[in-house]
């Protein structure tokens, strides 16, 4: 959902988003980069209907509340005279892309085919937005945040 999310510079360019879930052990920081982990997970069930034998679809349904961690990270040169920008820039075009998800929209497992039906993204999150570093060795600004974002899927059965 958010790889090659485009987004906008204060000088009137576009650069893309490139998302990983699982990141290439080493990469060159020449974009925005997103990192995204699904670490926590609240779970409630609907104890009835219960599921008849070998009909999962027949029972009731699982809610799954997931808070996706999604780390954002740039590189800019201090010399740009929009630096300020930039960052708030990025995290405004992931919080729309999220905002603007289809819902519900129905997923299916790869490996078991269990499909389940993503019902909320974007309506709760928590930002995380240490300071700006200056790597001594790079001479760029390093920018990142953290944005803790609220996903909820229910599956039956």
Known sequence: MLDGTPVP?????????TAWVTPPTVE?????????????QH???QTMPRAKPNEPETGGYRWIDHT????????AN????????????????????LWNAEMPTKIQDSTTGVVSQV???????EIEYPPVHAPATQRMVYYSCRIAMDVREAVQG
């Open 9 to 17: 510079s204060p000088t009137g360019g576009s650069q893309t988003l």
């Open 28 to 40: 060159d920081l020449d974009g925005p980069r997103a990192y995204v982990w699904g670490g926590r």
């Open 43 to 45: 779970g409630h069930r």
């Open 68 to 75: 996706i961690d999604i780390y954002l990270v740039y590189l």
């Open 78 to 97: 201090p010399d740009d005279t929009e630096l300020d920008q930039e960052f708030p820039l990025l995290i405004d075009a992931v919080l729309a892309q």
């Open 119 to 125: 019902l909320l993204v974007g309506e709760d999150w």
